[in-house]
C-alpha cells in the first residue's frame, strides 16, 4: 500500500496546476490561494479529527511543536519559495528546479543511514529523473533568472529538509493529527504575512470558491494524508522517487481539461517515471538499511530469523519433559 498511497498524493498534487488556473482565470491571485487553501484544508481535517473517536494516548508536546513547525516554517516557506520564483520565471524551468528534490532526499536518506542504496534504486531514480526531464521540457522553453532559479533551487531545499523532518515524526503521530497540526501551521504563517501586508483581495467571483475547495480537499487534504501514509511504510526516498509522477499527472490532465497537446517527448519521460515506479518493486523498496560491521540486529529481528515460533516448546511441554526425563514412574521403581 505504501507506493500506491503515494502515487495517489503524486496525482492529488498533480491536479493543483489544474484547479490553480481555473481559479487564477476566476480572478484569484497568488496570495489569496494559498492562504484561502491551507485555512481550508486546516478546517476540514480539523473537523475530521474532531469526528473521529480517539484512539492512541497523548502524543508528545515535542512530536506536535515539530509537525506545527513543518507546516509553520516548512510548507509555508516552500509554497512561498516556489511562487516567488514563479513571479520571476517560467514553470517549465522553476519545476526542473523544483524536482531536484528526489536526488537529495535520496542522498540525504542514504548518508543519514535511514535507507539503503542499491542498484535498483539508482536506477529508478535515473529514470525518475530523466522522466521528469523530458515531461518538462516537451511543455517547452521558458525565462530563466538568476534570481528566480535560486529562489527555486531554495525551494527544493525545503521541501527535501521537510521531508526527510517528516519521516521522523510520522511514525510517532497519527497521519490525520500529523496533517492537521501542518496545514494549521502553514495556515497561520501565510496568515500573519497576509495580515503584515494589509489583507488579500477575496472579491474574486463566486465560481473561484469551487476551484478552491477542490484545491482545499483534493490537491492539500487528500493529497497530504495519502503521503505521509505512504512515506511512512516506503520511506523517504522510494517517496520522493515516487513522487515525481506529479508533472506526468499535471500534463495528462492539462492535455484532458485544458486542450494542451502531449508532445513525444513527453511522452517518453512518462513512460520512464512508470518505469521507475516498477522498478522499485521489484525487490525491496522499503528493505531497512544493512546492519554496519559490528551493529548489533535488533533483538525481534533476530528471534524471528534464528528461532521458528514451531521450534520453541511450550513452558508447561519443557517442564513436563524434564519431569519425565528426571524421575522414572512408579512402574519402573517396582521393577527394580
Keep these: 500500500m505504501g507506493p500506491v498511497l503515494v502515487l495517489l498524493s503524486a496525482a492529488c498534487f498533480g491536479s493543483l496546476a489544474i484547479f490553480g488556473k481555473l481559479a487564477y482565470d476566476a480572478g484569484v491571485s497568488p496570495d489569496a490561494l494559498l492562504l484561502v487553501r491551507f485555512a481550508l484544508a486546516a478546517a476540514i481535517l480539523g473537523l475530521i479529527l474532531w469526528a473521529r473517536p480517539r484512539r492512541r494516548p497523548r502524543p508528545a508536546r515535542r512530536d506536535l511543536a515539530t509537525a506545527v513547525g513543518l507546516g509553520a516554517i516548512g ?6 519559495l516556489f511562487f516567488l520564483a ?4 517560467d514553470a517549465a524551468p522553476l519545476s526542473l528546479l523544483l524536482y531536484t528534490f528526489p536526488v537529495m532526499v535520496t542522498i540525504a536518506a542514504v548518508l543519514l543511514g535511514r535507507d539503503r542504496f542499491s542498484p535498483l534504486r539508482a536506477a529508478a531514480l535515473a529514470a525518475a529523473s530523466a522522466g521528469t526531464l523530458l515531461v518538462l ?6 525565462t530563466f533568472t538568476p534570481a528566480g532559479a535560486l529562489l527555486g533551487f531554495g525551494s527544493a531545499i525545503v521541501y ?11 511514525h510517532r503521530l497519527d497521519p ?5 497540526l501542518v496545514m494549521t501551521g502553514a495556515a497561520g504563517t501565510l496568515g500573519l504575512l497576509a495580515a503584515a501586508r494589509g489583507g ?3 472579491s474574486f467571483r463566486p465560481v473561484a470558491w469551487a476551484w478552491l475547495a477542490c484545491i482545499a480537499v483534493v490537491s492539500t487534504v ?8 505512504g512515506l511512512r511504510r516506503t520511506g523517504p526516498s522510494a517517496a520522493a522517487i515516487l513522487s515525481t509522477f506529479e508533472p506526468v499527472v499535471t500534463t495528462a490532465l492539462a ?11 513527453q511522452l517518453v519521460g512518462g513512460v520512464l517515471v512508470i518505469a521507475s515506479v516498477v522498478a522499485l518493486q521489484l525487490r525491496g523498496y522499503a528493505a531497512p538499511p544493512a546492519a554496519a560491521p559490528g551493529e548489533a540486529v535488533p533483538d525481534e529481528a533476530v528471534r524471528d530469523e534464528a528461532v521458528p515460533d514451531e521450534a520453541v516448546p511450550d513452558e508447561a511441554v519443557r517442564d513436563e519433559a524434564v519431569r519425565d526425563e528426571a524421575v522414572p514412574d512408579e512402574a519402573a521403581l517396582r521393577a527394580r
Design 176 to 180: 490525520v493529527l500529523l496533517t492537521t
Design 86 to 89: 514563479l513571479q520571476r520565471m
Design 255 to 265: 492535455a484532458l481539461t485544458l486542450g494542451e497537446s502531449l508532445t513525444r517527448l
Design 137 to 142: 521540457l516537451g511543455a517547452g522553453g521558458g
Design 200 to 202: 488579500v483581495d477575496l
Design 160 to 170: 527535501t529538509a521537510y521531508i526527510l523532518v517528516s519521516d521522523r515524526v510520522v
Design 75 to 80: 510548507y509555508a516557506a516552500q509554497a512561498s
Design 222 to 229: 487528500v493529497a497530504a494524508l495519502t503521503f505521509f501514509a
